[in-house]
């Protein structure tokens, strides 16, 4: 995208007659606007719905007049601003207004869209999957300036984090010149504004723009925290039906045991009937009751490895039979009514009291997710919650329960910070992977010491994480693949000697990466290969205490920085086990009148930096848990599981009428011989009326003979599962 120049003075006439001159070397411009009041429109907005975010709280000041079809301004939101119990959060409508510059022509269609983050936690990731979208044509009665026009969503479009929320371009009318979105004179934050040109591709705010740069977009986002409407229909009660021994119950005067990535708890129970489990309930907090977000839950389920003392002195989870990573939950606020305690097995830490709100999680599981347990058969579920990092360090624990079940629960933590990536539905999986590359040992440090006066260093512990613009190529210099992307490099920095004292955490937030890798064989496991990191490149300017800060690193560099690669199945998906040893240079130029001011050197280093861990061949280490501070008495920990024998399927109602009859053959006879449409609503087990696992012709007569010769009926719904197993649908 062309760079483009904001005007914020002088003359209407002056302005275009910029603008005019500009039009000639092809730099579009941002142009100042006469202003007029839009307070009362933006004030009836912001009483549509209980929460509203709205980061537009200046003046109304300039707009563009280059907007064309697919272009796109996006702005980043954060629900927790709202307070209380925040997710899951439901986006109801989107206010803005329109500027007619001279030329712009009405009316106009646009997308209101939601976009995730491309990397949780990391806004300056940039947009990522799109999440909502609804189009809709604006008026210049309803939207053009100084009237505030809402797009409300028909249906509720929910979220579970931050997200980024804006307009995209979407008219088709050749030669448009369209409305501008407006800007405010609001000094946006770095990676809050987005903007997609024509062409493609999401650009940062302030790359798009030369000094001054425009404020933030007249956007105001109209929503609802911890919506009823967003939750999931499988929100357990107490007293409500179970499918083991008991409901184990939270103790509001109990701990919550640190159960935060890499940490895992575990704890069993007994099949009270035999059947599939659908949910999963349980009950947790934070530390301190400092809340954060919950990227997903990892759940596992086991066998159980019964006592046998003195071989094996406590039961604990053996063999995998079942495990997922959940994204999709709701959580519920429950305001306790004592203080609770706080524990960490892995450091021996405790703390009581330390809070006392904590939330119930319930997980409902789609049909091709369900677990079919057997009745009088002990099993062990595994919790482990990624957490999103933050400013703040949060740590989710799993509560306890006063109702205890055969042996104590169990906990394990595996050596350093294990990385488990999907595949990729090729038999291997997509590298880099989402996990962060941390110093091996945590001890080493990249180090600033060319520059500095004599036994004065800056030691920085480096995280490199939050991939994104990732762009593969095969081949490269290792005959594998080339890995192109931008990352997020953040340096904990820590001064000594004569800069003892000094201490800062600083990031990095559009490093540019360049990874080569050989060859990998898919579909074997494990597959381990040779990489290099060819190029490492990132720098900022204008830092209170960096006039420059620059990182490069690589062997494009004249550095060399080879690595390997490790990649071990774990379940469906894969263990990542990846270092590189890099050889980097640090260049700085300190920032006048700061505690570096004159100073400015470059030093080179090396470092290993590592994602992941190797597998344990051993397998995890399972430790028993008991209560802090005598460690006396056996821990339980609360949670429930259901499911029952509910099923919603009618096998051989394939039109979906609630009837079995002549119409379902004739149906499904449309649908094998002559490319009709699927059974309905499940495309396998509303067609089987003759409980074979398949839908073919031999159904449509199974039907017939049930119809008009008195044949046997077709199965019912649990016949089906118990037969054929989830899913519903092929």
Request: hydrophobic content about 35%.
């Amino acid at each position: 995208m062309p760079r483009m120049i904001l005007i914020i003075a002088g003359v209407v006439l002056l302005a275009l007659s910029l603008a005019l001159a500009a039009g000639f070397d092809g730099r579009p411009q941002a142009i100042p606007m006469n202003t007029a009041d839009h307070s009362n429109n933006w004030a009836v907005a912001k009483a549509l719905t209980p929460c509203t975010l709205n980061k537009a709280v200046g003046s109304p000041t300039s707009y563009w007049g280059g907007f064309t079809n697919g272009s796109a301004v996006v702005t980043y939101y954060d629900p927790a601003l709202c307070g209380g119990t925040t997710y899951p959060f439901q986006i109801n409508s989107l206010s803005f207004s329109l500027f007619t510059f001279p030329g712009a022509t009405w009316p106009v269609i646009v997308d209101v869209v939601i976009y995730d983050l491309a990397v949780p936690g990391s806004p300056c990731s940039g947009p990522g999957l799109e999440h909502c979208r609804i189009s809709v044509t604006c008026t210049q009665a309803l939207f053009e300036y100084p009237a505030v026009g809402t797009v409300t969503f028909a249906t509720p479009c929910c979220v579970n984090g931050p997200f980024y929320a804006g307009l995209q371009y979407t008219d088709p009318t050749p030669g448009l010149q369209p409305p501008s979105v407006i800007f405010d004179n609001t000094p946006a934050a770095t990676c809050d504004n987005w903007m997609l040109s024509a062409l493609g591709g999401w650009q940062e705010w302030y790359t798009v723009w030369t000094q001054p740069v425009p404020g933030y977009p007249l956007f105001l986002v109209n929503g609802e925290t911890n919506s009823t409407a967003c939750l999931p229909p499988c929100t357990w009660h107490i007293g409500q039906p179970h499918k083991m021994h008991f409901p184990q119950l939270p103790d509001e005067n109990g701990w919550d045991v640190n159960a935060t990535k890499p940490m895992t708890l575990a704890d069993d129970w007994q099949c009270s009937e035999t059947g599939w489990i659908k949910d999963l309930h349980f009950w947790g907090s934070w530390l301190h009751g400092v809340t954060g977000q919950i990227r997903s839950f990892h759940v596992s389920v086991h066998e159980d490895i019964p006592a046998q003392p003195p071989l094996i002195p406590y039961s604990r989870p053996g063999a995998l039979l079942w495990q997922r990573d959940i994204t999709t939950f709701s959580q519920t606020l429950i305001n306790g009514q004592a203080p609770e305690g706080w524990y960490d097995p892995a450091t021996g830490f405790f703390v009581a009291p330390d809070h006392i709100e904590y939330f119930q999680y319930d997980i409902c599981l789609d049909s091709i997710d369900w677990f079919f347990q057997t009745r009088g058969k002990i099993y062990w579920v595994d919790i482990s919650a990624d957490v999103v990092e933050g400013p703040i360090q949060t740590v989710w624990g799993w509560k306890t329960s006063l109702e205890h079940f055969n042996d104590d629960a169990v906990w394990d933590k595996p050596i350093g910070t294990v990385c488990i990536v999907p595949d990729n539905g090729t038999g291997t999986a997509d590298l880099p992977a989402q996990c962060p590359f941390t110093p091996s040992p945590p001890s080493s440090t990249m180090d600033i010491i060319d520059g500095l006066p004599q036994g004065t260093t800056i030691q920085s512990k480096p995280e490199l994480s939050s991939f994104f613009n990732i762009v593969v190529t095969p081949g490269g210099p290792l005959g594998g693949e080339s890995e192109q992307c931008n990352g997020v490099l953040k340096m904990e920095m820590t001064g000594t000697g004569g800069l003892a004292g000094f201490s800062r955490s600083i990031s990095l937030p559009s490093v540019q990466l360049h990874l080569d890798q050989a060859p990998r064989a898919p579909g074997t496991d494990p597959q381990s290969f040779a990489g290099d990191l060819f190029g490492l490149q990132g720098q900022i300017t204008g830092d209170p205490d960096f006039d420059l800060l620059r990182i490069t690193a690589g062997s494009g560099f004249g550095m060399p920085s080879p690595g390997h690669t490790t990649l071990t199945r774990s379940g469906t998906n894969w263990n990542v086990d990846s270092f590189f040893d890099i050889e980097y240079r640090i260049d700085f130029v300190g920032h006048p009148g700061g505690p570096l001011g004159g100073m400015s050197g470059s030093t080179t280093g090396t470092i290993r930096m590592q994602q992941g861990t190797p597998v344990n061949p051993s397998g995890p280490n399972w430790i028993e848990l008991y209560y802090p501070p005598d460690f006396q008495r056996s821990m339980d920990m609360a949670f429930v599981v259901t499911g029952g024998y509910n099923c919603d399927c009618k096998p051989g109602d394939a039109n979906h009428d609630g009837l079995i009859n002549v119409g379902d053959a004739v149906y499904l006879i449309n649908f094998v011989f002559k490319g009709g449409a699927f059974p309905k609503p499940y495309n396998l087990c509303s067609g089987d009326a003759n409980c074979d696992c398949k839908v073919n012709v031999a159904d449509a007569v199974y039907l017939i003979n049930y119809v008009f010769k008195q044949g046997p009926a077709p199965c019912d719904c649990q016949t089906w599962l118990t037969k054929c197993g989830p899913p519903l649908r092929n």
